[in-house]
């Protein structure tokens, strides 16, 4: 049972470009988190996404960024027309079951690392 | 709203020492809090977990305590190697009432075992 699986390990994106970050979850999971570090900070949730539905995107700037988890293939977290302040590293995470309850462990991606030049 | 703090933020120990790491959080109302452990570049991975209703859990070497009245937790590591050189990562679940529960993460303790 592969881990989760995020690609591109590295991406660099010139300002203004658009950047696609995409997340496989586990196998049998349908929730998926998106979570940002950026340098010398701890990680922030953006956004949480079930099978074809945003659960909660409390995270997300409000501009510029978007996230989707179709109901074939992987969840996406889409930045467009990047700047400098976006580059982080971008960490996906996945469950079984909503939320983090109890005993539900959260399973992390090795992340992407966004460089914006 | 919910805050999570580590300290130290770094350590550095000779090897075989015995160390704890300190996480503390502002509300108590959590479901669970975790400790992970990130080695540079890399992901992140779940070191333990320890349900709201639980005092401590170990793995190996590892010791996690959690007192949920007074906010704190911490993360007793035993005899220490190289290998266990690596950022470690607190992070509470929290009771918000809300559709999901997102993880608030501390800063991290950034750890450095020499041989």
């Known amino acids: 049972n592969a881990g989760v699986m995020q690609n591109p390990r590295h991406l660099v994106r010139r300002r203004g470009q658009e950047a696609r970050l995409r997340c496989s979850p586990m196998k049998g999971h349908s929730h998926v988190y998106w979570y940002r570090q950026l340098p010398e900070e701890g990680l922030k949730f953006m956004v949480y996404?079930?099978?074809?539905?945003?659960?909660?995107e409390s995270g997300m700037p409000k501009e510029r960024f978007s996230a989707e988890f179709p109901k074939e293939g992987p969840s996406i977290l889409r930045i467009q027309q990047v700047v400098r302040g976006d580059s982080a590293a971008y960490f996906c995470a996945s469950s079984p079951t909503g939320g983090f309850r109890r005993n539900t462990e959260a399973f992390f991606g090795q992340g992407t690392r966004l460089t914006v030049v | 709203k919910q805050e999570v703090t580590q300290i130290p933020a770094a350590l550095s120990v000779p090897e075989g020492e015995n160390l704890v790491l300190n996480c503390s959080f502002t509300?108590?109302?959590?479901?669970?809090l975790q400790w992970f452990r990130q080695d540079p570049g890399k992901g992140l991975t779940s070191l333990l977990l320890?349900?709201?209703?639980?005092r401590e859990q170990t793995s190996g070497r590892l010791n996690a305590s959690l007192d949920k009245s007074s906010g704190r937790s911490t993360l007793y590591i035993a005899a220490s190697q190289p290998g266990d050189s690596a950022t470690y990562l607190c992070a509470v679940s929290p009771i918000d009432g809300g559709a999901t529960n997102k993880l608030i993460f501390g800063t991290g303790t950034l750890l450095a075992v020499q041989p």
């Open positions: 509300d108590s109302a959590i479901y669970n």
């Open positions: 996404l079930q099978k074809e539905n945003i659960i909660d």
């Open positions: 320890i349900q709201s209703s639980q």
